[in-house]
T-cell receptor, first 113, second 116 residues
Framework: EAQVTQNPRYLITVTGKKLTVTCSQNMNHEYMSWYRQDPGLGLRQIYYSMNVEVTDKGDVPEGYKVSRKEKRNFPLILESPSPNQTSLYFC????????????FGPGTRLTVL | SQELEQSPQSLIVQEGKNLTINCTSSKTLYGLYWYKQKYGEGLIFLMMLQKGGEEKSHEKITAKLDEKKQQSSLHITASQPSHAGIYLCGADPTNAGGTSYGKLTFGQGTILTVHP
C-alpha cells in the first residue's frame, strides 16, 4: 500500500531533550516536506527536500533540522525542544513534477513540557 | 510574502445544502491547490488550478480560479456528512509563472460541519 508513515504518532517530552520524528514513504517520491499545524496559525511549512541531499527552509525552520540521506526517509530533528514546538506535525511527499500534489502522513502529536 | 485568506473560517450546513468556500491571495496565483483534512489527520489532495478561469470538478466538489488569478472558490453541491472536515487552499509563493519548487503556503482553513 502506498503510504507515508510517521513515528512516533504521539510523543510527550521535556524541554531540551533531543528528539527525532521519522518519516518514510514507499512511493519513490523525490519531494518530501514537513509541516506543523497549530490552532489559529494553520498549517506552516518547516523544511522541504526536492531530492536526496537537497533541502531548503520553509516558513518556520527555526529550532528544527532535517536530513535527506536517502530517498525514502526525511527525519525531523529537534535538537533542543521547547514548549513552543508543541504542535501537530505532518510529513508529506510527492513526485518532483507535481510537488504540490502531496501525499500526507497521519501526523505526529508532540507535547514539550 | 504571499498570504492566503480563506472565508468563512467555519461553516455549518444541513445535509443537502450547497455551500461555497473562498480563498483570496495577496498576489497573483500561478497554481492554487485545494486540500481536505479530517480533524487530526493528514491532508488529502483534491485538485489543482493553474489558469485564469479554470474550473475543475470532482464528484460534487467544484473549484474555480478567477480570471485575475487572485481568488479561488470551492463549491460543494448537495452536501453530505462525508464532506465534513477542514478545507485548505495552498499555493507556492515562489512560483512566478514558472515551475513550483515545493515551497507551499496554506490558508488558515475552513471548518465544515454537515448536519444529517
Amino acid at each position: 500500500e502506498a503510504q507515508v508513515t510517521q513515528n512516533p504518532r504521539y510523543l510527550i517530552t521535556v524541554t531540551g531533550k533531543k528528539l527525532t520524528v521519522t518519516c518514510s514513504q514507499n512511493m519513490n517520491h523525490e519531494y518530501m516536506s514537513w509541516y506543523r499545524q497549530d490552532p489559529g496559525l494553520g498549517l506552516r511549512q518547516i523544511y522541504y527536500s526536492m531530492n536526496v541531499e537537497v533541502t531548503d527552509k520553509g516558513d518556520v525552520p527555526e529550532g528544527y533540522k532535517v536530513s535527506r540521506k536517502e530517498k525514502r526517509n526525511f527525519p525531523l530533528i529537534l535538537e533542543s525542544p521547547s514548549p513552543n514546538q508543541t504542535s501537530l506535525y505532518f510529513c508529506a511527499s510527492s513526485f518532483q513534477g507535481a510537488v504540490n500534489e502531496q501525499f500526507f502522513g497521519p501526523g505526529t502529536r508532540l507535547t514539550v513540557l | 510574502s504571499q498570504e492566503l485568506e480563506q472565508s468563512p473560517q467555519s461553516l455549518i450546513v444541513q445535509e443537502g445544502k450547497n455551500l461555497t468556500i473562498n480563498c483570496t491571495s495577496s498576489k497573483t496565483l500561478y497554481g492554487l491547490y485545494w486540500y481536505k483534512q479530517k480533524y487530526g489527520e493528514g491532508l488529502i489532495f483534491l485538485m489543482m488550478l493553474q489558469k485564469g478561469g479554470e474550473e475543475k470538478s470532482h464528484e460534487k466538489i467544484t473549484a474555480k480560479l478567477d480570471e485575475k488569478k487572485q481568488q479561488s472558490s470551492l463549491h460543494i453541491t448537495a452536501s453530505q456528512p462525508s464532506h465534513a472536515g477542514i478545507y485548505l487552499c495552498g499555493a507556492d509563493p515562489t512560483n512566478a509563472g514558472g515551475t513550483s519548487y515545493g515551497k507551499l503556503t496554506f490558508g488558515q482553513g475552513t471548518i465544515l460541519t454537515v448536519h444529517p
